[in-house]
């Protein structure tokens, strides 16, 4: 049974960081590339980070270069999401995606604020 369980969410002030996890299951996690979306309301889901299956080449959309990571320990089975120099439009549902089946599978996503 396939499970993807994204933590690490929470609310934080501008310029702050934080962590985001997916714990992997059910899959061999080191033959499958990975990627991070988010949801703001009233947007689209939009790509935000992807990590291939061995961790060699990563790709960010431009509102997140240089401020976000996108990281994986295939030994752990986990693919994290370090978020630094935060901004309130950084705000939104956050989502992991493994590119497994023919649509991809999701997590269940965790809620990333941004406020003062």
């Known amino acids: 049974q396939v499970q993807l369980v994204e933590s690490g969410g929470g609310l934080v002030q501008p310029g702050g960081s934080l962590r985001l996890s997916c714990a992997a299951s059910?899959?061999?996690?080191?033959?499958?590339?990975m990627s991070w979306y988010r949801q703001a309301p009233g947007k689209e889901r939009e790509l935000v980070a992807h990590i291939t299956s061995t961790g060699g080449s990563t790709n960010y959309a431009d509102s997140v270069k240089g401020r976000f990571t996108i990281s994986r320990d295939n030994a752990k089975n986990t693919v994290f999401l370090q978020m630094n120099s935060l901004k309130p439009e950084d705000t939104a549902v956050y989502y992991c995606k493994a590119n497994l089946f023919a649509r991809g599978y999701w997590g269940q996503g965790t809620q990333v604020t941004v406020s003062s």
């Open positions: 059910g899959f061999t996690f080191s033959r499958y590339a």
